[in-house]
């Protein structure tokens, strides 16, 4: 069933797929802090018993950050309120962890001797949902509520930064970090959160003695001044010419071809912001943001799946139907309540990213014939759903009907070899049939997660 869903709906094409069996993980650069970091980070993995899954880690550490800035969210749905001093140290706790969980999934991997495509993807499309939660729980520690221009320029400045990032690894091959990069921005921001649940929400709206400005908008020109810094290094790289032919993107394309998809959104966000009747993103930031954020979300992890596939990214997307009914809904002079069309707009935006996620990865599975949470490569005995259930009866049943002297066209020229898994969690030897269906060793695994 699992199987026939994926491909009545596909969210990659075969060529797509094709490409990501020859994707190698390069990076480059090291930032500020995390060689100090990798000390712990290396401590921490070996914590880890050999059985957990990296996809689990990072699904587990995006859990924790997306709960915690939700209940920021819910005491300062304004970011203007003062929410409980608790809520800003789990949000702290929260992004510390969930920093933690995304530098070890990576080594998991390596150690256990799964690393797949899939688990870099995997690990960027985590972040890229992290970025949209943690610049709108940022926004509600430091009260940026009260400047509604400076909280809109905040948050899009972050998304923005995250996808220039990707942009250049599109167009290079490699993805850069700086000296200041993400783990010295989650620092900063866990900061802020400290800040907040010591000196209270009044602490932002002091007035620097000798600027003369808020500290709360002294602390948005300092962010804006190092991202500005860090998306002008992206473009110098990404105009001096890219990895492909002629100085063009891994996939062929002009090196400009990724800025229509996160620019349109933006200026689409703008436009609304400031035609808006009833003052909409003033009395309801958090939800729009929100709104815009998940759009933007599923825009960035295309964008990442195009440079490891090397395949061209397309310029519309289906999650700008919700942006776009909002401003059709301005444009026939708001003749439903914006309010609601904003709930209705982030619901299918919700709706549309998490559909494309959960096919991406059930299409990858399949091709590559491993398991999004589970190591082992056999089927599980517990909770046989979806594409478990599945994988156990064409195991099962395409012997016997092999036996009986049938053979389905799927299946022409393609023996059956006995396989022989060890499970790590238990010394116990589990011989069973299969399909050759491609040759995925550990070797050919051993890229980075």
Known sequence: MSRYFVEMAPSMSAAQLKGLEDHKYSASGTSAVEPVMQVFWRWLVEKVPLWVAPNLITMVGLIINVVTSLLLMYYAPTAKEEAPTWVYMSCAVGLFLYQSLD??????????????PLGELFDHGCD????????????????????PDLMFLTF???????????????????????????????????FFFTLSMLLGGAFWSMKLPLVGVTVRVAMVITSTSLSTWTVWGNFQTILKGGAGKNGST?????????GFPI????????????????????????????????????????????????????????SMIGP?????????????????????????????????????????????????????????????TGGNMSKLIYLCVTPLLKIGGYQSKKDNDRPIQHVVHATRSTENLTVYSRPRTRSLTRASREQDH
Request: aromatic share 14%; charged share 10%; proline share 2%.
């Open 156 to 190: 899009f400045n972050a998304v923005f930064v995250f996808y220039c990032a990707h942009w250049q690894t599109y167009v290079t091959g490699t993805l850069k970090f700086g000296f200041f990069d993400v783990t010295e921005t989650q620092f900063g921001v866990i």
């Open 128 to 147: 890229s949902i992290s970025t949209v939660f943690v610049g709108i729980a940022t926004c509600c520690a430091i009260t940026l509520g009260n400047s």
């Open 103 to 116: 530098a070890i999934d990576g080594k998991q991997a390596r150690r256990t001797g799964s690393s797949t």
């Open 250 to 258: 891994v996939a062929g394309t002009s090196v400009l071809s990724p």
């Open 263 to 318: 620019l349109f959104p933006i200026i689409l966000a703008l436009m609304i912001y400031k035609k808006s009747s009833v003052d909409l993103f003033q009395n309801h930031p958090c939800l729009y943001l929100l709104m815009f954020g998940m759009a933007i979300g599923k825009v960035t992890n295309k964008l990442v799946i195009a440079h490891m596939t090397k395949s061209e990214i397309t310029m519309l997307d289906s």
């Open 324 to 384: 776009g009914l909002l401003f059709l809904d301005q444009y026939f002079n708001s003749f439903i309540n914006e309010y609601i069309v904003l709930w209705i707009s982030l619901i299918f935006v919700t709706f549309d990213l998490t559909r494309y996620c959960v096919l991406v990865c059930m299409q990858i599975c399949d091709h590559l014939d491993i398991y999004c949470f589970n190591i082992t490569s056999k089927p599980s005995k517990k909770g046989l």
